[in-house]
């Protein structure tokens, strides 16, 4: 079956630390994105990739960073400079990285971070 | 900049019933896109329905369908013969000249009342 996968679903993290947020898409799509959720509010966009090795900051970058070093993966790490990293995070591909109109982006089940 | 707003937090709808969900967007994109999607307790947003700023027709997918009202700039979702497995959160989000950037409204939770 094609489609989205992030891991984990859940995770703790300590004050200060690093964390890395999985995501792999198998649907060929080229492009990718992360959005961040606070409880009872949208999604906002942190990064987004329309090809490999290259990606560019959406609205709430600071404090995040991101690869794209295959087309299938687009890891987000939550960096120690991130000042309020608890969230709800959903991470979406879409086949034509936003060149046309039409262009639906796809998300996966999300992964949701506490700060201790 | 886009903005979407979506003004009824929250609503209860009657199964079987039909529901609106309002959205109204700021744009000053001459093309752009609108899209709604759903999201359950599980977290997932799930695309429902899609109406492009040039379509001359109403998007209608399954049970929903979209009430487009372009001079208005509001995007409304119909839902028709709702069923207990509708309750869930709905948002509306516009794209476009920027088409890689979603912007979404603020939702509306929707309980289905048996």
């Known amino acids: 079956d094609g489609g989205i996968t992030q891991s984990p679903k859940y995770l703790f993290r300590k004050e200060g630390q690093n964390v890395t947020l999985s995501c792999e898409q198998n649907?060929?799509?080229?492009?990718m994105y992360w959005y961040r959720q606070d409880p009872g509010q949208g999604l906002r966009l942190i990064y987004y990739?329309?090809?490999?090795?290259?990606?560019q900051k959406g609205d709430i970058a600071e404090g995040y960073s991101v690869s794209r070093e295959k087309k299938e993966s687009f890891p987000l790490t939550v960096t120690s400079a991130q000042k309020n990293p608890t969230a709800f995070y959903l991470c979406?591909?879409?086949?034509?990285?936003?060149?046309?109109?039409?262009?639906?982006?796809?998300f996966g089940p999300g992964t949701r971070l506490t700060v201790l | 900049a886009q903005k979407i707003t979506q003004t009824q937090p929250g609503m209860f709808v009657q199964e079987k019933e039909a529901v609106t969900l309002d959205c109204t967007y700021d744009?000053?994109?001459?093309?752009?896109?609108l899209f709604w999607y759903k999201q359950p307790s599980s977290g997932e947003m799930i695309f429902l329905i899609y109406?492009?700023?040039?379509?001359?027709q109403n998007a209608t997918e399954g049970r929903y369908s979209l009430n487009f009202q372009k001079a208005r700039k509001s995007a409304n979702l119909v839902i028709s013969a709702s069923q207990l497995g509708d309750s869930a959160m709905y948002f509306c989000?516009?794209?476009?000249?920027?088409?890689?950037?979603?912007?979404f409204g603020g939702g509306t939770r929707v309980l289905v009342k048996p």
């Open positions: 979406a591909s879409s086949i034509l990285g936003g060149k046309a109109l039409t262009d639906t982006q796809y």
């Open positions: 649907l060929n799509h080229d492009a």
């Open positions: 990739s329309q090809i490999v090795n290259d990606f």
């Open positions: 744009t000053s994109d001459p093309s752009y896109g």
């Open positions: 109406q492009g700023s040039y379509d001359q």
């Open positions: 989000a516009i794209t476009g000249a920027a088409g890689n950037k979603l912007t």
